[in-house]
């Protein structure tokens, strides 16, 4: 299906990924030359630590069929286009207290069960807004006593006009989900051994449910804006992550998934809802740290 993406997302893309490229270029020069014919040194481990990150995610979603069903209405809209909204960038919104859930943001708790492998439950804060004033196509019934849109619909066109229909899951999109993930340090890539610089590729799978807050406004009733537990998603994970000093770490990430919400609210009345099922991209870039709660006792 094809993701919409808009220019700031590429933009943003490119300076997520190519920077750290740069960053990692040179420095695997540098300490290629520094190690050879050096003794490798002991690796710290991972296995028992904690981890916790927070960061931001920009995203696309493809196109998604959406059925609108409730007293007097049963019908669906098709190849519904919508975009993220992420935040302009300043650091009152970026990192200010009071701001911090406003732009599009991934938060995540995790352990090391194993010494490359971890699982991780975490939120990714996404935001989904519908293009406003799209033609799309409809099928169904309407019969609300609005004569501007009762009728019954065959696969025929429709403008998404204010007093038609304003759906957005702005505060946000939320995907709570549990990953679990693999860890696999590449060193040996770029020459390097130092235990205050590692590089490692990460990739895994999650799962979880949908809890977003639905802003909705359709066919002139009254506004909901409320959260919802609406439905699932699946996601697959790969990314570089990159360790500084043993506790601290910034990671880049691709994340594709599938959400299938089911039960998304339009109104007080609790009778009228909407479906819709949709792919994702994101790319995300968190900063975190490592930690142990409990001390490895020290062998004798």
Known sequence: MKLNKSLNNQR???????IPLLLLFNI????????????????PTNKGKFFAHWGWNWASYSDSDIRFKGENYDFVLSDVKARDTPSKFSF?????????TKPQTNFRIGYFFKENYTVAIGVDHMKYVVNNDQFVAIDGTINIGNPKYDGIYNDQ????????LRLEHTDGLNYLNIEVKRFDNIDHW?????????INLTEGFGAGVLYPKT?????????????????????AIAGLNISLFKHFYIQSAYKIGYI????????LNTLESASQSFF?????????????????????
Do not use: C
């Open 157 to 164: 066109n429709i403008q998404l006009t204010e007093d038609f």
């Open 12 to 18: 943003y893309l490119k300076a997520i990924y190519i």
């Open 28 to 43: 695997s020069l540098l300490q290629a030359q520094q190690i050879t014919g050096v003794e490798q040194k002991k690796k």
């Open 92 to 100: 009152k919104k970026y990192f200010g207290i009071t701001n911090i």
């Open 280 to 300: 994702f991209f994101q790319n995300n870039i968190v900063v975190g740290g490592k930690f142990r709660l409990f001390q490895k006792k020290q062998s004798r």
């Open 215 to 235: 802003d909705t406004s359709l066919l002139e009733k009254e506004r909901h804006d409320d959260y919802h537990l609406s439905g699932w998603g699946v996601s």
């Open 260 to 267: 299938h919400m089911p039960d998304v609210k339009t109104s």
């Open 190 to 198: 770029f020459g390097l051994n130092s235990k205050n610089f590692q």
